[in-house]
């Protein structure tokens, strides 16, 4: 007979086990110069993750759908690849603007990006959705959700 596993078997397993197996600890993202840290405990990333899973159930996404998450390292960021991950849905990660050359070139990759993969939602800055409208790139632009939208 197999021994048992104690350790967890998949990402959201080990998100959801974090608070237990460690409490008082967490993560921290850097500012971009590496200096500057903000810090959460894993409770804190796990009930941030759990509020976004539940906007994202709010908004019709679904176990399997894909979501797209174009926006620089940062709590939302993460908050909104987590909440995907623990709803069933698909995080999709991609550059944010100015990783990827100019911003028309950046927006017009993310539209091709969404349209194949079959993307339901994608959390960016306000400034992809003005280009894709700009552009003409519609379904990209109705796709597109702020973390301050996300959030409200």
């Keep these: 007979m197999p021994a048992q596993a104690t350790e967890p078997q998949t990402l959201t397993a080990a998100l959801l086990g974090a608070p237990g197996r460690f ?21 804190e990333v796990v009930a941030s993750a759990e ?8 908004l019709g996404i679904a176990p399997g759908d894909r979501v ?7 709590w939302e960021w993460l908050d909104a690849w987590l909440g995907a991950l623990l709803l ?4 999709v990660a ?9 911003s028309t070139a950046h927006t017009e990759r993310v539209a091709a990006i969404l349209e194949r993969i079959g993307g339901r939602l994608l959390i960016t800055g306000e ?9 003409g ?3 990209l632009a ?6 301050e939208e996300l959030a409200a």
């Excluded at 069933?88 to 995080?91: K, M, R």
């Excluded at 992809?128 to 409208?133: M, P």
Aim: glycine content about 14%.
């Design 68 to 74: 797209l998450v174009s926006l620089p390292t940062s």
């Design 94 to 102: 991609i550059a944010p603007a100015g990783a990827m050359g100019s």
């Design 142 to 147: 109705e796709a597109a959700t702020t973390p």
């Design 51 to 58: 509020a976004a899973a539940a906007r994202f159930a709010a």
């Design 23 to 43: 409490p008082g600890r967490g993560i921290g993202i850097y500012d971009g110069r590496g200096r500057r840290v903000e810090r959460r405990t894993y409770a």
């Design 88 to 91: 069933g849905a698909l995080p």
């Design 127 to 135: 400034a992809l959705r003005a280009g894709a409208r700009e552009l």
């Design 137 to 139: 790139l519609e379904e």
